[in-house]
């Protein structure tokens, strides 16, 4: 630092004035001193308005500003250099740099603008995955998912090597799951698992691989991936989920212990956690425990469902249950309000439930 600072004496020969203040400049840059780096840069740009020096200039600036969070100031600098000296390599990364910054302050109109300008530009710029993946990412925001899945795809199939590539690979695989598209999203999470991706995607990657076998009621699939997600990333958010796969599968499978245990030990753990399935996990332990003809214990359970979960929408599932438990019990009146509540519900009423429970009231 001092020596570049001895450089950038005025006295000095300009070629070594300006070496000397991009040298001080990006010290000062790596250092956190935005301010002075700002200023040492501008310092630079000032000398070399006219050498080859002055795009590298501009573009470093305008990153100083933005570390000083400077963001108008930092957009109009790399605006400067991505339109004064738009034949140089720095226009392309001016011109990505912007657009990412403007993606970042939520101004995503603007982002899609000069990012695709980015992809038409000669000479283009070296790191075209990563504008690829910005891309995407301002797409998905603007509402346009076939334009950002496009740009996904052809990240995913000409820059595998990209560091991107797997979490590109994943947005496929998710969106064709969500969409239907079943085999498709299959054949791109076999590859990314192939891959070995960091531990955060392979978790989702997992649980999608299990997802996708729920999905196609191949319940003798679900459990090995979910298994896999819980043993090799525990600390993942997706772990509890992934068991109460695992008890699922358990549960379709009329392995009706094992899955009562799950769902039970799964029931400590999620403890008051605000989730969709949390008032599945009560549920399904009623369930199990009714069809092992635990009838005082199934009752209990059931009863937990819609004293915890009053507005959960399969509650005509546990109110089923306390029916069927009440009239082992032979309190026959007491079962036909659950069986009753069962056939009214407005959510499963025209359920096959409904027609078990209006039949049972009949009986």
Request: with cysteine; charged share 20%.
């Amino acid at each position: 630092r001092e020596l570049y600072a001895l450089l950038t004496v005025d006295t000095n020969p300009q070629e070594f004035v300006a070496k000397g203040l991009a040298g001080l400049g990006q010290l000062q840059l790596a250092e956190g001193d935005t301010n002075g780096s700002s200023e040492t840069f501008a310092r630079l740009l000032d000398k070399a308005a006219t050498s080859n020096e002055a795009p590298r200039a501009g573009l470093m600036r305008a990153r100083s500003l933005e570390q000083a969070q400077q963001f108008d100031a930092a957009l109009a600098a790399y605006r400067l250099v991505f339109t004064n000296y738009s034949a140089s390599p720095e226009a392309s990364i001016a011109l990505f740099e912007a657009g990412r910054l403007h993606d970042r302050l939520g101004q995503d109109r603007e982002a899609h603008e000069l990012l695709q300008q980015v992809l038409t530009r000669t000479p283009a710029i070296q790191q075209l995955d990563a504008v690829l993946y910005q891309l995407a990412w301002v797409l998905t925001d603007l509402g346009k998912a076939v334009e950002a899945d496009a740009m996904f795809e052809r990240l995913v199939n000409e820059y595998p090597a990209s560091t991107y590539w797997a979490d590109a690979t994943y947005r496929i695989a998710e969106r064709a799951f969500h969409s239907g598209e079943i085999q498709a999203a299959q054949s791109h999470v076999n590859k990314l698992l192939a891959a070995t991706p960091e531990p955060r995607l392979l978790s989702h990657a997992l649980y999608l691989q299990g997802q996708l076998a729920a999905r196609q009621e191949q319940w003798k699939d679900v459990a090995a991936p979910m298994q896999r997600l819980v043993t090799e990333v525990p600390g993942s958010e997706l772990a509890l989920p992934a068991r109460y796969w695992i008890a699922e599968a358990s549960f379709r499978l009329a392995d009706y212990v094992a899955a009562n245990e799950q769902f039970a030990n799964l029931g400590q753990d999620v403890g008051d956690l605000d989730t969709s399935w949390a008032p599945m996990v009560p549920l399904r332990e009623a369930q199990c425990l009714a069809h092992q003809e635990r009838w005082p214990d199934a009752l209990a359970k059931a009863q937990s469902v819609g004293e915890r979960f009053p507005a959960f929408r399969q509650l005509y599932e546990a109110d089923y249950v306390l029916g069927r438990c009440l009239s082992t019990q032979a309190r026959f009146s007491e079962a036909r309000e659950a069986f009753t509540r069962v056939v009214r519900s407005t959510t499963g009423g025209r359920t096959e439930t409904a027609a078990m429970a209006q039949w049972v009231i009949g009986e």
